[in-house]
């Protein structure tokens, strides 16, 4: 129960960041959710139209929507790491590099 009280927390602008990060990533998730289901929505109407140029028309929009949608998403989730890195308030990376990474020498 304490997470759902998010703004008792915020002191500073670290905190807010972290709120905005959390309500972004909840307004994300459903965004996916919801144009996942439309495209599942638009499926239904090509399975069911039957030949029907007005519901194959229909089916075509509304996939071209759910497609744009998710597009959207993912430019804006895209765009909230952007200006983290502008404003230097993004997540930095903790620890040393993992071991199995192997990074090659120019050499």
């Known amino acids: 129960m304490e997470n759902l009280n998010l703004l008792a927390q915020v002191d500073t602008v ?3 960041v972290t709120v905005l990060n959390r309500l972004v990533s909840w307004a994300y998730t459903l965004f996916l959710i919801l144009a996942v289901l ?3 929505y638009a499926a239904y109407l090509f399975l069911t139209a ?3 140029p007005d519901q194959l028309k229909k089916a075509k929009n ?3 929507y759910a497609i744009i949608a998710i597009a959207l998403a993912l430019v804006a989730n ?3 790491f952007l200006v983290e890195e502008l404003l230097g308030v993004g ?3 903790q620890g040393p590099i993992p071991s199995g990474l ?3 020498s120019p050499y």
Do not use: H, S
Request: net charge negative; hydrophobic share 50%.
């Open 91 to 93: 997540p930095t990376p």
């Open 38 to 40: 439309f495209v599942i």
């Open 14 to 16: 670290e905190d807010v």
């Open 102 to 104: 192997y990074i090659p």
């Open 50 to 52: 039957a030949g029907n």
């Open 78 to 80: 895209g765009a909230v």
């Open 62 to 64: 509304q996939l071209l």
